[in-house]
């Protein structure tokens, strides 16, 4: 089994930055994928951004562009999500979730198979 902690969360003002945390334990040599998702109140959850444990190319929302980066600590198996310039859009509960195969959308929620209990974003304007 595979255990995500998420980190990191908090409220700031329109233009500030955050930076997310998400620490795995368990049997996490067997993730192929790691993805940043958010829910705000009403909606549905939306993939942010994500990458392969293992390196490769990164994978971001249109929304978030430029404006955010997914990067991971292998040493330490933890994930990261840097926010910039945030926006009162981006207020959400964000999660962080893993699955043990690359293939397939990494935007579809339903592809996941582990995930972290999410940290609150809140963006005041």
């Known amino acids: 089994q595979v255990q995500l902690v998420e980190s990191g969360g908090g409220t700031v003002q329109a233009g500030g930055s955050l930076r997310l945390s998400c620490a795995a334990s368990g049997y996490s040599n067997n993730i192929k994928r790691m993805t940043w998702f958010r829910q705000a109140p009403g909606k549905e959850r939306e993939g942010v951004a994500s990458?392969?444990?293992?390196?490769?190319?990164?994978y971001y929302a249109d929304s978030v562009k430029v404006r955010f980066t997914i990067s991971q600590d292998n040493a330490k198996k933890s994930l990261y999500l840097h926010m910039n310039s945030l926006k009162p859009e981006d207020t959400a509960m964000y999660y962080c979730a893993a699955r043990d195969f690359r293939g397939g959308s990494w935007m579809s929620a339903g592809l996941y198979k582990y995930w972290g209990q999410g940290t609150q974003v809140t963006v005041s304007s």
């Open positions: 990458i392969y444990p293992g390196g490769g190319p990164t």
